[in-house]
């Protein structure tokens, strides 16, 4: 079976966990029918008898899928911390061995025709092959404590604000989706006249179930930027800022030329320099920057008055 559905250039895998075979990515999530109905296509071409069963009942809030999230990648972060351990233990052991070989060596050449020449060759070579595979640990070693690395900062990345608010954004915008498409659409019936067409069947379903986890994610993501903010996290809005002010973004303080709904309007970013006002801009174009992404504020009076001063100056840099 596996052998049928792995090339199909979707995600079909081998959970060993589970001890059997899945989709990558679809927990918690509504079923992928098309892909469901593609594999069965192809099990039944290749001699296999095959039911489709589908349940998209929600198991799980949202709240628990995510704390799971969070307890296998410490999983990962642990096995991952474990096996760079390991990896290096030998990298380190196989390189000391070599060393000790080069040492008792001291340098002896080898003597060509000697009765010990196939010794001293055999015993380069291998020596040689163990310093490759002493190379080949440190930096899998290497390799998997990037992997713990990033393992333990997956909560951290995840739960960011700017990252949030984001995320919010971008569910936002597909719960409008989902929501026009449970709205129906306008089309032409038989007799030449518009009338509104409803989802059906397992589209209908489909939109159904993706409603509701939508819904779930949103609750969450909002509630956790609302104790994020009772934990002293500031998020930026359009009633912080007046044109005139000063935005801090990546690094660098922009004037803010103008105040839209979900950005702020700046000089070009290319400008170049710490300080970019708008007469410092040498482009012909402006630039926007989204609020979540603002990492700080300061209204025209404090800004003019730290500029004024240049042992303040490097406050702004900082």
Same mark, same amino acid.
């Given at each position: ?11 079909w !895998? ?6 059997q #075979?899945?989709l990558g ?9 098309w ?12 001699g ?23 307890d296998r ?45 196939? !010794? ?6 291998k ?25 333990? !900062? ?67 993501? !909002?509630?956790?930027?609302v ?5 002293g996290?500031?998020?930026w ?5 007046a ?11 922009f004037?803010?030329?103008r ?15 710490? #300080? ?12 926007? #920057? ?15 008055? #730290? ?7 490097m406050?702004?840099?900082?």
């Amino acid at each position: 079976v596996y052998e049928v559905l792995k090339g199909r250039g979707t995600s079909w !895998r081998y959970f060993p966990s589970l001890r059997q #075979i899945g989709l990558g990515q679809s927990r918690d999530k509504a079923a992928q029918t098309w892909k469901i109905n593609a594999a069965a296509e192809a099990l039944r071409a290749a001699g296999h008898e095959v039911t489709v069963e589908v349940d998209n009942g929600i198991t799980r809030t949202f709240a628990e899928a995510e704390a799971g999230r969070y307890d296998r990648a410490d999983d990962r972060a642990e096995r991952s911390a474990h096996r760079s351990e390991t990896a290096t233990a030998n990298g380190e052991r196989m390189w000391s061995e070599t060393s000790q070989v080069y040492e008792a060596l001291n340098g002896q050449p080898i003597l060509v025709g000697h009765h010990s020449e196939r !010794r001293h060759r055999n015993l380069l070579d291998k020596t040689h092959a163990k310093e490759g595979r002493a190379v080949d640990e440190i930096k899998r070693g290497r390799h998997w404590a990037s992997r713990a690395a990033a393992a333990e !900062r997956y909560r951290a990345t995840r739960e960011n604000v700017p990252a949030t608010l984001r995320r919010i954004e971008k569910l936002e915008a597909e719960e409008r989706g989902v929501k026009r498409g449970l709205d129906g659409r306008l089309d032409w019936d038989a007799d030449g006249k518009l009338r509104m067409v409803k989802p059906e069947g397992a589209y209908l379903e489909r939109l159904t179930v993706r409603a509701e986890e939508i819904a779930g994610e949103l609750e969450y993501w !909002r509630e956790h930027v609302v104790a994020r903010q009772a934990e002293g996290v500031k998020v930026w809005s359009r009633a912080d800022f007046a044109k005139g002010d000063w935005a801090h973004f990546r690094g660098t303080w922009f004037e803010v030329l103008r105040v839209n709904a979900k950005s702020l309007t700046i000089p070009a970013m290319v400008n170049g320099g710490r #300080i970019v006002g708008k007469a410092d801009n040498r482009m012909g174009w402006t630039d926007t #920057i989204p609020y979540h992404e603002v990492s700080g504020r300061k209204s025209a009076g404090e800004f003019a008055a #730290i500029v004024a001063d240049p042992e303040r100056v490097m406050e702004l840099m900082a």
